[in-house]
């Protein structure tokens, strides 16, 4: 399990220098939700979507229970600057 956990922690969004990039703070809630828990593999519940800012970037970070084993866990995002054409 704690392998497990260490591994969730590199992924894409699994700590603040690893955000996920997303268009739109509207995105946050179901990006978080379709991944599976790390640890059992269960749903992913969101308890609360805040912003933060971590060593000067502004993100959003999704607080989630996992629906079966209960674990809570972070994931970071950030949102995506618009392209100017």
Do not use: K, N
């Not at 995105?27 to 308890?47: F, I, K, M, N, T």
């Amino acid at each position: 399990a704690r392998d497990r956990e260490r591994l969730a922690l590199l992924q894409p969004g699994g700590a603040a220098d690893r955000p996920i990039d997303v268009e739109s703070p509207a995105q946050v809630d179901v990006r978080a939700e379709s991944h599976p828990c790390p640890l059992c593999q269960g749903s992913l519940r969101l308890v609360e979507h805040a912003a933060a800012t971590v060593d000067g970037v502004r993100l959003r970070i999704a607080h989630l229970a996992c629906t079966v084993c209960g674990v809570r866990r972070q994931m970071y995002f950030r949102l995506s600057e618009p392209l100017l054409h």
